[in-house]
């Protein structure tokens, strides 16, 4: 009996992660295409962007979405161990 609420906890936990990983992932991606994007339009432009060193707001914002892809990835860790675990305890 304990096996199938390790399944339950392990399936409930890794589900909701990978719903909440979507959307800071996606944001992610979206931020690098813009900044891609930016680079080619100034490139062509011949203008220079920020310096090396400088960070924009885009960067704390990567921050802040790879903050919360890695919780929520470590959430999907605990579920993939608690799953394997109800293998384990029989």
């Known amino acids: 009996m304990s096996n199938v609420v390790l399944w339950a906890a392990g399936a409930a936990m ?3 992660a ?7 992932f996606a944001r992610m991606s979206e931020l690098d295409r813009l900044a891609e994007n930016a680079r080619r ?3 062509w432009r011949g203008a220079r962007g920020p310096a090396a060193d400088e960070t924009t707001g885009a960067d704390i914002m990567r921050q802040m979405l790879r903050r919360q892809v890695l919780i929520w990835a470590a959430v999907a860790i605990i579920g993939v161990v608690l799953i394997v675990a109800g293998f384990v305890i029989r």
Do not use: E, Q, T, V
């Open 18 to 24: 990978i719903w909440r990983i979507r959307a800071p």
């Open 14 to 16: 890794l589900a909701f």
């Open 41 to 43: 339009y100034d490139s």
